[in-house]
């Protein structure tokens, strides 16, 4: 059973940048491949991002393309999201997803496990 925890978020101007970080624990880390969610309040949980499990390949949503960044390293069983130029839409409860089998990447019913998430907050 593996556990995710999730930690970095806060509260931040628009513009700036946070990096969160989602810590695993109880698997072999580099069988998963990892990726990172948010859920706006009113709105459905949304793909963010996603990274093999060698960090070779990564994928995004169009909406932070060129603002974020995942990445991960497998001696530490983590793996980040840096967030820069952040905006209010932005706004969400950020969840990190590990997932055995490849496949649609947006698809989160495909990921065996989830973190607790963590909230960051863009003020205008």
């Known amino acids: 059973q593996v556990q995710l925890i999730e930690s970095g978020g806060g509260l931040v101007q628009a513009g700036g940048s946070l990096r969160l970080s989602c810590a695993a624990s109880?698997?072999?880390?580099?069988?998963?491949?990892m990726g990172w969610f948010r859920q706006a309040p009113g709105k459905e949980r949304e793909f963010v991002a996603y990274?093999?499990?060698?960090?070779?390949?990564?994928y995004y949503a169009d909406s932070v393309k060129g603002r974020f960044t995942i990445s991960r390293d497998n001696a530490k069983n983590t793996v980040y999201l840096q967030m820069n130029s952040l905006k209010p839409e932005d706004t969400a409860v950020f969840y990190c997803a590990a997932r055995v089998r490849p496949g649609p990447v947006e698809r989160d019913d495909d990921y065996n496990y989830w973190g607790q998430g963590t909230q960051v907050t863009v003020s205008s």
């Open positions: 990274i093999i499990r060698n960090g070779g390949t990564t």
């Open positions: 109880g698997g072999t880390f580099t069988n998963y491949r």
